[in-house]
């Protein structure tokens, strides 16, 4: 007889069967990925709540604002999903199709990207 992975109580049904129930399942996969979960978690909120800014500020698909602004409404210049080297030199990071490019003087020309 098996016994079940998470409460140890003795399992019936099919041969292949690892848990007792669903709660039991369930109880241990979210145990087994709390940790990365949990990172993972963190690291896409910020990455919404920077779309968010960028999306907020950037209506027009092309626009300027300051860094100021910017850190004004919790943007994390830290998070972002790609970066994009032009022909020209310019380094644009993007937060899925929203993207941002330093000019000088703590001013940034806000992109959005077409698909």
């Known amino acids: 007889m098996r016994n079940c992975l998470e409460c140890n109580d003795k399992i ?3 041969e292949d069967k690892k848990f007792c129930s669903d709660g039991c ?3 241990y996969n979210n145990r087994m990925n709390k940790d990365s979960t949990n990172i993972m978690r963190n690291i896409n909120n910020k990455l919404r709540k920077n779309y968010r800014v960028l999306s907020e500020l950037n209506i027009e698909g092309k626009s300027k604002t300051t860094k ?3 850190l004004s409404k919790g943007f994390d210049f830290d998070y972002f ?3 994009l080297n032009t022909n020209t030199g310019n380094t ?3 937060v899925y199709d929203q993207g941002y490019r330093f000019l000088e003087n ?3 020309m806000l992109v959005k990207k077409e698909y």
């Open 12 to 14: 019936l049904g099919r």
């Open 68 to 70: 100021a602004k910017l």
């Open 25 to 27: 399942r369930n109880n």
């Open 106 to 108: 703590d001013y940034y």
């Open 92 to 94: 644009y990071h993007f």
């Open 81 to 83: 999903t790609s970066v």
